[in-house]
């Protein structure tokens, strides 16, 4: 899991992530990370809009992230 949140941090793409929140509230997230250590990893959230902090005991699940074509927008 590690080793794609550390490709996707040097090549700077966006991963989707799956993340436990303190609530114990599991949420689907798409991060474009910034920075990470052995403890967390920081960067900006697009679901939120905003730079984040992730304890890395609580991202579930790691995704590289895949372009969707939405085809209903684009023929609408």
Do not use: W
């Amino acid at each position: 899991m590690q080793s794609i949140m550390r490709k996707a941090l040097l090549k700077q793409e966006p991963v989707e992530i799956i993340y436990l929140s303190q609530d114990n509230v599991t949420t689907q997230r798409f991060v474009t990370f910034h920075s990470m250590n052995d403890l967390e990893a920081t960067g900006y959230c697009h679901l939120r809009r905003s730079l984040r902090t992730f304890k890395l005991e609580r991202i579930l699940a790691v995704y590289p992230y895949r372009f969707r074509l939405r085809t209903k927008q684009l023929y609408a």
